[in-house]
């Protein structure tokens, strides 16, 4: 039997809004906020969509994407961690958009815009973290494999999305390494929402994962932001909605600025760069090379929707072993070179 379809009646009329109507509402945002009426646009031009901006639409079709949807099965830092509060490279990305989402509405910036970044900036990581760009990079010698490039050539190329140029822009350049920087406020509100959440979440998982104890940190990080987690992730967005409301551009105050990097480099020292992070690490980048190395002897053994013919033979092989999750690495990793028995 079917059961009737419940209703909620809303205690008065729904109104229609549409693409125009919320296109229309982006005149109210700051005179530096993005208009989607204004975008450089797509690689091919397609139709309006009847409801959502361009934007949105772009936020759509990241969030269904088979790379996006393979982020819950990578590592942020701890590799293969016990319990089940560690936060993995999905985790991550939703809160580096819960940040990018406070800081373009604070800043009344086109929040759908700084979504989109931010859901995508990630898609390109290998697994492992980043240990992956470290592994891989010694293949497209004298150049630099970047998750960040990776990112764009998912939605470029492998899974083309045909994604505006702002989104893509964003997504290019999330990263304080890339030059040139990105061209919208949006993506720099993404900028800090990397940094802010990878800072206060990464501690966190030390602090659980026994790597550090709160008094580990110099007492002028704690002075400064607080107790480690939500206070911290808190203090920071407050300090880059001050300063930008002050300045008029996205940025964070000099002195906060300056404390979050002395907290970043304790983290590369006690917890990023650690002993047993660099053990982890090597084996992680002896996994990925042999990986790398098998499918450069056999390339036949990549899928179709990895071999671009237009791409080099090294290309194609870190598109499909960069694509790989944690465990779908290390399971081909034991399937290509663990000994079998003969029985």
């Known amino acids: 039997m079917i059961e009737p379809m419940q209703e909620i009646r809303?205690?008065?009329?729904l109104r229609r809004r549409d693409r125009l109507a919320r296109e229309a509402e982006e005149e109210r945002l700051s005179p530096a906020a993005t208009r989607s009426t204004q975008s450089r646009g797509r690689e091919r031009p397609e139709a309006p969509d009847e409801f959502r901006t361009a934007f949105e639409r772009d936020r759509d079709r990241i969030?269904?994407?088979?790379?996006?949807?393979?982020?819950?099965?990578?590592?942020?830092?701890?590799?293969?961690?016990?319990?089940?509060?560690?936060?993995?490279?999905?985790t991550h990305t939703m809160q580096?958009?819960?940040?990018?989402?406070?800081?373009?509405?604070?800043?009344?910036?086109?929040?759908?815009?700084?979504?989109?970044?931010?859901?995508?900036h990630d898609v390109g990581h290998s697994p492992f973290g980043h240990t992956g760009e470290d592994a891989l990079s010694p293949y497209f010698d004298p150049d630099e494999w970047h998750h960040a490039a990776q990112s764009v050539r998912i939605y470029?190329?492998?899974?083309?999305?045909?994604?505006?140029?702002?989104v893509r822009d964003g997504i290019r350049a999330h990263s304080w390494r890339i030059n040139p920087p990105p061209s919208t406020p949006e993506a720099f509100c993404v900028r800090f929402a990397d940094r802010i959440a990878y800072l206060a979440h990464d501690a966190l998982d030390a602090i659980r994962a026994g790597v550090l104890d709160r008094d580990a940190f110099a007492p002028a990080i704690l002075e400064r932001f607080g107790e480690p987690g939500k206070e911290w992730i808190n203090t920071m967005i407050n300090a880059v909605i001050d300063e930008s409301l002050r300045t008029g551009a996205v940025r964070m105050d000099d002195e906060t600025l300056a404390v979050m990097n002395q907290l970043r480099d304790f983290m590369f020292d006690n917890v990023y760069q650690s002993a047993e992070q660099q053990r982890q690490q090597r084996r992680a980048i002896a996994v990925i090379r042999d990986l790398m190395d098998w499918h450069l002897e056999h390339p036949e053994e990549i899928p179709d929707s990895y071999r671009q013919d237009e791409a080099s033979a090294q290309t194609q092989a870190a598109d499909?072993?960069?694509?790989?999750?944690?465990?779908?690495?290390?399971?081909?990793?034991?399937?290509?070179?663990?000994p079998t028995l003969n029985l």
């Open 63 to 90: 969030i269904h994407s088979k790379a996006f949807r393979r982020l819950k099965h990578k590592t942020q830092v701890f590799l293969n961690p016990e319990g089940d509060h560690f936060v993995t490279r999905l």
């Open 96 to 120: 580096v958009t819960q940040v990018a989402r406070s800081l373009a509405n604070a800043l009344a910036l086109n929040e759908p815009l700084a979504e989109a970044i931010a859901l995508g």
């Open 320 to 338: 499909y072993i960069a694509g790989m999750t944690d465990r779908f690495a290390l399971a081909t990793h034991d399937r290509l070179f663990r």
């Open 156 to 166: 470029e190329v492998l899974e083309d999305a045909n994604l505006t140029w702002e």
């Open 10 to 13: 809303a205690g008065g009329e």
